[in-house]
């Protein structure tokens, strides 16, 4: 996107050690939870739901190898895939979460090796899925990936037109059939899409609560610098609002943008980096109508 306006980009390169580090700890708490309910809660019962990880554990009951062993020769080559298609956006943070999360679910399968959990396959698809989005939703948290089905999907969001969301659920429900298909048991389809639906919601609790979209108001000295890193990292748009300081009657200007609820996070990072002093509101939004987002209550 071309800029209407010139401005010198400050350099936002340096680093906030406190930050990165509450980010690696995200990363590392969320694979360890993750990996634990899908290697003590899921994986046990053949239940897949979707992503990587479901694949791997079809495979792993069809051929006998380790689930984390196998999500990382699938992940490897779907990271650099990303890499070419993506550009380096993913960056350490997503290796290392990726990495983490295979090595945790060996750990505790092939290690520890303490057996299911529970002996009600239920209750192993409704805690497996917790377990699995409170760690998911933490490493997102933390500006991570675990690689996995987000990868292709990404690419078949930004080469089809399709959205984001509808591009995963295409990955992952082909997933929970395949596991179905080849354990020739509908019932595990089921307790897939029910396991895939609860991880969901979790991810989304964890990141943002509850809610629809957000709408943020942005004071900030530096508004060119704030709407180029909302654009740049968010490929979101933004709108000016002319301001005046109520005390000193200084003019200013007032960024108004609307991000989807999994996007708040990124946003609060992403001014932050802008301008430490930025003064920030964000509501609710009970609908938004217009490109980049659908309707609520929509599929």
């Known amino acids: 996107m071309k800029l209407p306006f ?39 019962f053949k239940i897949a739901p979707g992503g990587i990880g479901g694949l791997a554990t079809a495979l792993h009951h069809l051929w006998g190898m380790p689930v984390g062993i196998m999500m990382l020769i699938f ?11 993506l550009g380096g956006g993913f960056g350490i943070r997503t290796l290392v979460g990726m990495v983490l999360y295979s090595v945790f679910t060996d750990f505790f399968d092939l290690v520890l090796s303490l057996g299911p959990m529970t002996t009600d396959k239920l209750m192993a698809a409704i805690y497996g899925a917790i377990l699995l989005g409170v760690g998911l939703g933490l ?62 919601k979790v991810i989304d609790l964890i990141l943002e609560g509850f809610g629809y979209a957000r709408a943020a108001f942005i004071v900030t000295k530096k508004p060119d610098v704030v709407f180029y890193q909302i654009m740049a990292g968010l490929n979101r748009s933004a709108t000016y609002l002319n301001g005046e300081g109520a ?51 929509s599929a």
């Open 6 to 44: 010139r401005f010198k980009v400050p350099n936002l390169k340096k680093l906030d050690w406190k930050l990165l580090v509450r980010d690696y700890a995200l990363i590392v708490i969320g694979a360890l939870i993750g990996s634990f309910g899908l290697a003590y809660f899921l994986v046990p």
């Open 75 to 85: 992940n490897v080559p779907l990271f650099l895939v990303g890499l070419k298609f």
């Open 139 to 200: 490493v997102f948290k933390g500006g991570g990936s675990t690689g996995g089905t987000d990868i292709p999907a990404r690419i078949l969001s930004r080469y089809t037109g399709l959205s984001t969301g509808i591009s995963f659920l295409v990955f992952d429900v082909v997933i929970v059939f395949f596991a179905g298909v080849a354990f020739n048991d509908m019932d595990l389809v089921l307790y897939g899409f029910g396991a895939l639906w609860v991880s969901i």
């Open 247 to 297: 005390y000193g009657g200084e003019k200013t200007k007032v960024i108004y943008c609307v991000v989807g609820r999994r996007e708040v996070y990124r946003l609060k990072s992403l001014v932050k980096r802008a301008d430490k002093e930025a003064f920030m509101v964000i509501n609710d939004v009970h609908e938004v109508m217009g490109y980049g987002f659908r309707r609520r209550g």
